[in-house]
Each structure stands twice: as C-alpha cells, then as structure tokens.
C-alpha cells in the first residue's frame, strides 16, 4: 500500500513534458493573424462584432437587453475577436455592448447603438477603456 504513494523515477520526466507540451500549445494561441477576424464570424441573422482590444487587460464582452447582460465572448489584451451577437439582443433595432476587464476594473461601452442584421460593429477598446469608440459598417 505505501509504494502506490510513491512516484516513479519517470513520473517527474512525464510531467514536465505534459507541461513543456501545454505551455506551447498555449504560446501558439497568440500566434493567430489579426488581419481580418471580420471574416471569421458567421453572421446569420444577427450581426459581427469586432473587437479590437488595445488595453492592458483581457476582457469579457456583453450584450445588455432590458438592463440584464449577456455574455458574448471575451477577448484578450492586445489581440481582435470577431464575435457574433444574436438579433434577440437587438430586437428594437438598438444593440449595447459592455466590455469589463477580468479580474480589473472599469469598463467600456458602446451606449446604444442602431443596428440591422447583417451589419458589422466594430469596438475599438482604447487603453483607457472609457475612452472606446464604436463604428457601425
């Protein structure tokens, strides 16, 4: 029974190949091209937020329908996402989006925004986040 508690000569080896192995995996995660995340959201129905975070921190996006948010995705500092927002957030034709930093404090927003299905928002999240800007394509 006590020799079952005991690791292996190898179990050190092995584990610090599955972390070796899990740090690139996760290193690879920021090698992805920013020159177009429009392209990669599929639309439908709804519309293609872009998000382009140029703070310091990463963020979770919402959509805010009759005072209640929705998450939508997140984004990390530094990187685009291209997002999709479903048409049962912006059934009057008026979208929110929130963006709030994990773990931080803050926010930016997008104030109401008139939208129609099919379109592209665009928020662009300066490093001062109450200073974001928001474009309708």
């Known amino acids: 029974m006590r020799s079952s508690l ?8 092995t584990l610090a190949l599955a972390a070796t192995a899990l740090l690139g995996a996760c290193a690879s995660m920021g090698a992805r091209p920013m020159s177009s ?11 293609r937020l872009v998000v382009r975070n140029q703070s310091l921190s990463d963020v979770d996006v919402y ?5 209640l948010r929705f998450r939508v995705g997140s984004v990390f500092a530094g990187d685009s996402a291209a997002l999709r927002v479903g048409p ?14 994990i773990g931080g404090s803050g926010r930016a927003s997008t104030g109401p925004v ?13 490093p001062e986040l109450a200073a974001s800007a928001v474009f309708v394509r």
């Open 63 to 67: 959509a805010v329908d009759v005072g």
């Open 114 to 126: 008139s939208v129609r299905a099919g379109q592209t928002v665009e928020f662009n999240l300066s």
């Open 37 to 47: 995340p429009a392209a990669s959201a599929p639309v439908g129905d709804g519309v």
């Open 88 to 101: 049962q957030h912006f059934a009057d034709g008026t979208l929110r989006v929130i963006a709030l930093p």
């Open 6 to 13: 005991l690791l292996r000569p190898t179990a050190p080896l």
